[in-house]
């Protein structure tokens, strides 16, 4: 089965003798290890300020947290996402409201978050969803006009660029994930971005208990509780040892992303999501939108090739349900959605398998290797 998702490790002779090297250093919590990496991974990705996480939902939280959201506070979100984007925002006390999404991408509408916005909004998060940039100049300026927090959840989007900048600089805060299936891992991990170097002290110390690291433990004072959020010098190494690497991985990502825009768009019956004039997406899953998505998969999945959905709408699980209202673009989107392999590991051979299957499922032909 040619897999929609895979794990991508560094080279065994580069990783393992690292590995060995901290495992048996005598010092394999948060260090210098770690440190390395949050520098190596802002220069690489173009990023103000980075902090390293024990995974993207950490990253997260202490986003909402250093951007003054707390118990009672509205945050505009989409359900089109990870679980964890609006469990998060459960978790702090505060109240997700759904916006809609637009239907040919995924992403949010800034029309539909303009209209959700109350006094009691505190902050604006948004989804790059499967590595394609949202509308980020139209939610900028929403954010600012409203004096609210613009939060970026860049998981499914390392890489990407808007308007010639990096995916994870237009926000206030921003998220990357080194889960398992992520572009890159650290086995697991996040990062947290933040523009403004005044809010690091609070963010460094919410993932370590509320404690000031550097100051004797008999010596320092908890003004704010904390939380257990550190990345390892471990994790940290794998992380390290994928940058060298990962610009080649990515590359392929959009290689195969734009093979299938070009050859979808030619295909009735099917349409490739849509890409913003200024917007590069980083294709950590292909997007495609099928006027039968089911017949799709099913044709996919009998040649061996895994497609999905793989996401399920937030809005559609019973600690989220309170917080719907109508969404009849994310109804659209999901509808017409599946998700193809587009990684590093999809071949000039495998894509062209791809287009192939679909295009006999769209003309009504019987797929060649058909099980």
Known sequence: MLPLVKV????????????????????????????AFEREFAEQFGLPHALAMSSGTGALHVA???CG????????????TAEPTNTTILQIGARPVFADVEPDTGNLSPDAVE????????AICVVHYAGYPADMTALRAIADRHGIALIEDCAHALGARIAGV???????AAIFSFQAIKHMTSVDGGMLALRDPAKLDLARRLRWFGLRKGVPRTEVDITTPGFKYNMNNVTAVVGRHQLPT???AIARH?????????????????????VAAD??????????????SAAVETALVATGIAASKLHRPNHLHSVLAPYAGPMPGLDRFYDRLLHLPCGWWVNDEDRARIVEIVGNVASGATPRNAQ
Request: net charge negative; glycine share 10%; proline share 8%.
């Open 8 to 35: 991508r490790m560094p080279e065994r002779a580069q990783l393992m003798p690292a590995l060995e090297h901290v495992l048996y250093s005598g010092m394999i919590a948060e260090g210098e290890e770690v440190y």
């Open 64 to 66: 909402f947290l250093t």
């Open 69 to 80: 959201v707390g118990p009672g506070d509205e945050v505009i979100t989409t359900s089109m």
């Open 115 to 122: 209209r959700a916005i109350t006094p009691a909004t505190r």
């Open 166 to 172: 990096p995916a994870g600089t237009i926000g206030d």
């Open 246 to 248: 990962i610009g080649e």
């Open 254 to 274: 959009i290689e195969n992303g734009r093979f299938y825009d070009r050859a979808f768009a030619q295909i009735p019956g099917v349409t490739p999501a849509h």
């Open 279 to 292: 917007s590069e997406p980083s294709y950590w899953l292909y997007t495609l939108l099928c006027d039968d």
